[in-house]
C-alpha cells in the first residue's frame, strides 16, 4: 500500500504525541486518539508529504 504522508518537523511530530498523550489521558482509547490527530494533521498540513510503502501481505 503506498500513502502519502504529511512530513513533519520533531517540533510538529512532538506536538502530535502531546495531543495523543492528553486525549489518552482524557479517557480516549489509544487508536481512536491516533486516528483523531492523524485526521486533523492531514486536514490541516499544508507541507511537503512523504511517500510510505506498507506492506500489507502475510509471509
Given at each position: 500500500m503506498l500513502a502519502g504522508m504529511p512530513s513533519l518537523s520533531h517540533s510538529e511530530q512532538e506536538q502530535a504525541a502531546d495531543?495523543?498523550?492528553?486525549?489518552?489521558?482524557?479517557?480516549?482509547?489509544?487508536?481512536?486518539?491516533?486516528a483523531t490527530v492523524a485526521e486533523e494533521i492531514r486536514s490541516k498540513h499544508?507541507?511537503?508529504?512523504?511517500?510510505?510503502?506498507?506492506?500489507?501481505?502475510?509471509?
Open positions: 495531543r495523543i498523550r492528553e486525549m489518552m489521558a482524557g479517557g480516549m482509547s489509544s487508536g481512536e486518539a491516533i499544508k507541507g511537503d508529504r512523504v511517500t510510505a510503502i506498507f506492506d500489507d501481505e502475510d509471509e
